[in-house]
């Protein structure tokens, strides 16, 4: 079955940037979505179709994607952005989904 | 606005059945379709599957495939997840989300709800 890998935790000071990667096969053709879930509340889309953002989500999150690899960038990550981010992709026959087994960031 | 209105908390026995619904408001259901996504206990989101409000069709995780069953009602704009056998691990937050038909990601989710599966 497909899977997608993030690393477990990332942990930067206030002002810094946080970077979240997430490495799948089948990123090379197909796009990468990130959300946002802080502690006990639904899931947000921060970036979708690798790069592009949400109306209402801050500058400061942007995604970028290059070969197996998709990455979400937090330029200048303050205490509000603690949470675990999860990326969502898709297998190369476009059929099965998955996400990501989550990062948990902390901005402290 | 776009909302999503999840049915309430639900605490089944080990080979029952559970169905969540997910009311739409806000937007054309039919222009768009429902995915639904659980998460167990301290563990990350996993998708299920997903249905299309428009002509029905669906998708499910393979590991669900037999015991889901994703529907809508265009009447009254709400779709519904059924999940038979119901074991311990299914304990989770199960929450549906609006899944935009061009890309098949989510944009808009509902609260989620919580199914208990204990003897």
């Known amino acids: 079955s497909y899977e997608l890998t993030q690393p477990p935790s990332v942990s930067v000071s206030p002002g810094q940037t946080a970077r979240i990667t997430c490495s799948g096969d089948?990123?090379?053709?197909?796009?990468a979505y990130w959300y946002q879930q802080k502690s006990g509340q639904a899931p947000v889309l921060v970036i979708y179709e690798d790069s592009k953002r949400p109306s209402g989500i801050p500058e400061r999150f942007s995604g970028s994607s290059s070969g197996t690899m998709a990455t979400l960038t937090i330029s200048g990550a303050q205490v509000e952005d603690e949470a675990d981010y999860y990326c969502y992709s898709t297998d190369s026959s476009g059929n099965r989904w998955v996400f990501g087994g989550g990062t948990k960031l902390t901005v402290l | 606005q776009v909302q999503l209105v999840q049915s309430g908390a639900e605490v089944k026995k080990p080979g029952a059945s559970v169905k969540v619904s997910c009311k739409a408001s806000g937007y054309t259901f039919t222009s768009y379709g429902i995915s639904w996504v659980r998460q167990a206990p301290g563990q990350g989101l996993e998708w299920m599957g997903w249905?299309?409000?428009?002509?029905?069709?669906?998708n499910y995780a393979q590991k669900l495939q037999g015991r889901v069953t994703m529907t809508t009602d265009t009447s009254t704009s709400t779709a519904y997840m059924e999940l038979r056998s119901l074991r311990s691990d299914d304990t989770a937050v199960y929450y549906c989300?609006?899944?935009?038909?061009?890309?098949?990601?989510?944009?808009?989710w509902g609260k989620g709800t919580t199914v208990t599966v204990s003897s």
């Open positions: 089948a990123l090379p053709k197909k796009y």
């Open positions: 249905i299309s409000a428009y002509n029905g069709n669906t």
């Open positions: 989300a609006r899944l935009r038909v061009v890309g098949h990601y989510m944009d808009v």
